[in-house]
């Protein structure tokens, strides 16, 4: 439970002029309103996602009596090297604004991320599958889709193996602990497959298109927590 306090701010709710972001190519979704900017930066009290963890441990009066910036920091845990678990990262910092068509939107300073990689060698080559999960505000960068494929491998005019990838992102609204996100999934998957040349000098027959075994799997919400009066 935090101690109320009383702050005249520099007019806009915080104790500091906001910086105002380019937004060139990026898409907007799930904007917070003002009010939960201002919860966002005020009262955040730590986030945890895996194994890691950022816990500022200050209350919303110290932004005022201290520093405004008490609040930002971050924290990592875990290993994204394939087949490790995946690495989870936490991260709190300014809040910004920017403007679209003449209105003018907030965003807030909490992100959320995580990385698992899979790695297996077979047929002569690898393959690997990746899945990234992300927790951010109000715009996103939209990647371009690539549906699956696999293309012929040529050496010398003859096919030796072959190549597939595909790559997917996934947008949708959530709001965490009443402080609305963006949820980013991105998934891509590429491998090789070669024949592979036996005892007698040969290559044995080309083997069949790299498919992946499957996702890492989505390791669900983060835990925000707010202060409370």
């Known amino acids: 439970m935090a101690q109320s306090f009383t702050a005249l701010g520099k007019g806009n709710g915080f104790p500091f002029c906001l910086t105002k972001i380019n937004i060139s190519n990026k898409i907007l979704v799930n904007p917070p ?3 939960e900017t201002m919860n966002a930066y005020w009262n955040f009290d730590s986030v945890s996602w895996g194994g890691a963890s950022f816990n500022p441990d200050n209350e919303p009066k110290d932004l005022i009596c201290g520093s405004p910036s008490l609040n930002l920091g971050s924290d990592s845990a875990g290993d994204e090297a394939p087949n490790q678990g995946g690495l989870f990262r936490v991260r709190n910092s300014m809040p910004t604004f920017f403007s679209v068509g ?15 990689r899979t790695l297996v060698e077979e047929n002569g080559g ?13 715009l996103y960068t939209e990647e371009e889709n690539e549906p699956y494929a696999c293309f012929d491998e040529i050496f010398e005019g003859s096919v030796v193996g ?18 609305p996100f963006i949820k980013e999934v991105i998934k891509s998957f590429g491998g090789t497959a070669y ?35």
């Open 102 to 116: 003449g209105v003018k939107y907030y965003k807030h300073g909490i992100n959320m991320d995580f990385t698992a």
């Open 33 to 35: 309103s003002l009010a």
């Open 195 to 229: 024949a592979v040349e036996g005892s007698d000098g040969k290559l044995g027959p080309v083997p069949p298109c790299p498919t992946s075994d499957g996702y890492p799997a989505d390791p669900g919400l983060p835990t925000l927590n707010l202060h409370t009066y």
């Open 126 to 138: 690898g393959k690997g599958s990746t899945i990234r999960v992300n927790y951010f505000s109000a």
């Open 162 to 179: 072959k190549t597939a990838s595909e790559k997917n992102q996934t947008i949708s609204s959530v709001t965490i602990s009443g402080i």
